[in-house]
């Protein structure tokens, strides 16, 4: 791994939203020990690790607390192997809540000095132990290019102390001054990695339950690999001012995890459901042109042969709306997969 640097602590400014902001657009993040409370996220991680398990991602013979690993069940997004388990966690009604703390919505109206609005999707990860035959580190990457919409900025949260060997965030601190970076196909989170020399200087670091990582949307940031035998989970909401436009995009719910109608029905009470319909949200379309970018040549790598353009395919299958696009991808995992048909599946 890459030498490092550590992150700079920003816990004894969290009060002064002015300068926040000022270190905010200096460094393109900020690091905020306990910003949630302790209590909270124990709970939401209880909650998920009794799912993971009951899916099969965790060693029968340990504790589920312990979070250990089953290896022989690592899988990841997009593939319909971790959709199964995956949907059910994302669904978490106390996992929702944790994005919606009163701490944390207050937190960011200090900084924006209005109201906050929390993005209604948001993302939340399942990292297995890196090994020779399963590596699923996120590389580089920008969230602009997913995200859209105003500036907007993401609160990474380990669920559970996470050690920089457990599979940490890393940061390119000062990344955000440089615009959009030109991407390649990726095969980490999000299927879009930065093919160009990257600035800034990266910056990494331990985390403790409840604290957090606020980063840009245009900051660069990866994930360290995860070399211990826990399986890493994290979120990462995002969050921007009120009155600022959001991409409609961002109103749903992850990709394959059904409707609201469908991840409310699993919840206890109503409280906090469609939240984003109390604010009157300016709206703009999705820019898709950094995702047919990445398809086209995600198709062009599958017609040589290439295996790395295997999970763009099945975002494509997944996620996108062009029936001809789907068949075409479906058709090329057909053959990059030897053949067999039962190897695609789209993911309801």
């Known amino acids: 791994m890459q030498k490092m640097e550590k992150f700079l602590d920003s816990t004894s400014i969290r009060d002064d ?76 009604e106390e996992l929702h809540r944790l994005r919606t703390h009163p701490a944390v919505l207050k937190f960011f109206e200090g900084i924006f000095g209005e109201p906050a609005l929390a993005h209604p999707s948001f993302v939340q990860r399942n990292i297995f132990p890196q090994r020779e035959d399963f590596d699923f580190t996120t590389q580089p990457h920008q969230d602009k290019v997913h995200i859209g919409g105003d500036t907007n900025y993401a609160m990474w949260v380990p669920i559970g102390d996470c050690p920089v060997e457990k599979g940490s965030l890393a940061i390119a601190a000062g990344s955000h001054r440089f615009g959009v970076l030109d991407t390649k196909v990726g095969s980490g989170a999000g299927g879009m990695d930065i093919s160009v020399p990257i600035p800034g200087q990266w910056i990494t670091g331990s985390f403790d339950l409840g604290d957090a990582l606020i980063f840009c949307d245009e900051t660069v940031h ?78 062009q790598m599958a017609e040589n042969g290439d295996t790395e353009a295997r999970d763009a395919l099945l975002r494509i299958v997944q996620r996108d709306k062009n029936p001809g696009k789907i068949k075409k991808a479906q058709h090329l995992l057909i053959e990059l997969d030897g053949g067999s048909e039962n190897s695609v599946s789209v993911p309801g």
């Open 17 to 92: 939203g002015h300068a926040l902001t000022e270190r905010l657009d200096r460094d393109g993040y900020l690091f905020i020990r306990q910003l949630l409370p302790r209590d909270a996220v124990v709970q939401v991680r209880t909650r998920l690790l009794k799912k993971a398990a009951e899916g099969g991602w965790l060693e029968d013979n340990s504790l589920i607390e312990s979070g250990i690993a089953n290896q022989d069940a690592a899988c990841k997004d997009p593939e319909e192997q971790y959709m199964k388990v995956f949907r059910n966690l994302w669904a978490d």
């Open 222 to 299: 990866q994930a360290v690999p995860n070399q211990t035998n826990e399986l890493r989970q994290s979120f990462d909401a995002r969050y921007q001012p009120a009155t600022h436009a959001i991409c409609e995009y961002a109103l749903d719910p992850y990709a394959g995890c059904g409707s609201w109608e469908e991840v409310y029905s699993t919840w206890n009470s109503t409280d906090q459901q469609y939240y984003w319909k109390d604010f009157d949200l300016k709206t703009v379309p999705q820019d898709r042109s950094y995702y047919e970018a990445r398809d086209k040549m995600a198709f």
